[in-house]
């Protein structure tokens, strides 16, 4: 069993993995950089180790710190939590090579999910829904045939990307030169990789996600889906457990699809298989190789730990619980309060100075803030999740809307007031929307 964890990672998501590893009883190691000596889970964690001056590239992205790091505490494994190094299939080697655990895929998963083109080859071999697109990399020469073969309007994307970075939209032959170069463009500034693919683009299709957990040895089991189509600038703001638009026959239809393909592949830890959702088809676009930011309404609704999975797979212990032994309970909903101005988006970092979290029977706030916490400028702008669960969609909503006026966050500015407009909204009640939604109401909001 692993003894000691160094958590990779700032933030709520380490204060997360913390709090799962002192359930276990597993001692934990907090990395920082100075910009973060005051952090939380610097605060609660058993050792502490300072890797570097506040840019990530120095701290949070620096492998050999992060190994020193583990070498001087005695970590015996390392848990990334999500973005920085957790789909970095060299670190994973390398913390192999060094015999340290990493409490997720093997490099070589990440590596083969992380390239959006093998990615989706992938995925078709093992029986999972893709949307119509070129076999691989498109070149500007032959681009033109590929897209009259897909039919317009397609969509360009970067085979290393993410963020929506390297993502353009062509939707007729006029459009397709610009398109291709400004998306080949994007994706070298951003990812040092300048290839991209086609595919089909959907009209108003939804953002469902299936949540997988293997256990490497050919176990797999999934545990729903969540639908994450509020977003903004393909970044998620609002997510939903189980979603509006799905029935219980199409949940467990794809999510066995999901957990089938992961046994054939043998993965070994937590993953998230992503679709846009269209005229009841599921079309796979990418496979996060991770925890994600929304895990925690996928452990309202199934009352397991997905931290804890993930430490039980990497010690060789296995899954602990069977499909046959999940049981959905309920619905939840998840908004990523982020220190932003809630009109124009621009990040707000500074110092909270009075800091109160909701409560009551089915509310969770995961965030490492609190009174007298300055927020450095140097990082994601995420400062906290909070979770709503119920009994039914009606009953969270509800519950969302009570304790959206009793979250307190003064001296900076924050999210906070979009979700209070978006559970007035009528669509948002009614479960009605899709990947374009929220943009074009923010859009009417402005005007």
């Known amino acids: 069993m692993i003894s000691k964890v160094l ?35 610097v605060r609660l964690a058993d050792e ?16 050999h710190q992060i190994v020193a790091a583990c070498e001087i ?21 390398i913390l192999d090579a060094h015999g340290i655990t990493f409490i997720g895929p093997t490099a070589e998963h990440i590596r083969l999910m992380g390239d959006k083109i093998t990615a989706k080859q992938t995925a078709q071999e093992l029986g999972i829904p893709v ?15 590929v897209a009259r073969k897909i039919g317009f309007p397609v969509l360009i994307k970067a085979t290393a990307g993410g963020g929506g970075r390297g993502m353009k939209v062509a939707r007729t032959e006029a459009d397709l030169d610009e398109a291709i170069n400004t998306a080949r463009s994007e994706a070298a500034a951003a990812f040092g990789n300048d290839a991209v693919y086609m595919e089909k683009y959907l009209g108003h299709p939804r953002h469902i996600e299936v949540q997988i957990v293997g256990d490497g ?38 999510g066995q699809i999901c957990a089938d393909a992961m046994k054939k592949m043998k993965y070994r830890g937590a993953g998230t298989i992503e679709f846009l959702y269209e005229d009841g088809e599921f079309y796979f676009i990418e496979m996060n190789t991770r925890l994600q930011v929304e895990h925690p309404i996928t452990e309202a609704i199934t009352g397991i730990d997905l931290v804890h999975e993930q430490i039980r797979v990497a010690s060789g212990a296995g899954l602990s619980v069977t499909q046959e032994e999940i049981e959905f309970s309920g619905h939840a909903i998840e908004c990523r309060i982020n220190a932003e101005d809630p009109r124009t988006f621009v990040p707000s970092p500074g110092t909270i100075t009075h800091f109160h979290a909701p409560g009551g029977l089915g509310v969770r706030v995961d965030s490492g803030a609190y009174q007298g916490y300055r927020i450095p400028p ?25 304790v959206l006026d009793e979250f307190v966050i003064d001296g900076i500015k924050t999210t906070l007031p979009l979700f ?13 929307y899709d990947i374009h939604w929220l ?5 009417k909001s402005k005007g």
């Open 420 to 432: 209070q407009d978006l559970i007035s909204n009528q669509d948002i009640a009614n479960g009605d």
């Open 7 to 41: 958590i990779a990672n700032r933030g709520e998501i380490a204060l997360r993995v913390l709090r799962a590893c002192k359930e276990l009883g597993i001692a934990t190691v907090a990395v920082h950089s100075t910009a973060d000596a005051d952090a939380m889970h």
């Open 439 to 443: 943009e074009n109401y923010l859009a």
């Open 217 to 254: 040895m050919g176990n797999a089991i999934h545990l729903g889906e969540r639908d994450c189509s509020l977003q903004r600038r393909h970044q998620k703001v609002w997510e939903e457990a189980n979603s509006p638009a799905l029935n219980v026959e199409q949940r467990m239809k794809i």
């Open 378 to 402: 140097y990082y994601d702008s995420l400062i906290g999740k909070l979770i709503v669960h119920g009994r039914t969609r009606v009953e969270c909503m509800m519950r969302l809307r009570r």
């Open 131 to 145: 949307v119509p697109g070129s076999d691989g990399e498109v070149k500007p020469e032959n681009a033109l045939e």
């Open 48 to 63: 502490s180790v300072c890797i570097g001056p506040p840019p990530s590239r120095e701290s949070y992205l620096n492998i």
């Open 73 to 93: 505490t005695g970590a015996d494994a390392v848990h990334p939590g999500y973005g920085f190094l957790s789909e970095n299939a060299k670190f994973a080697e």
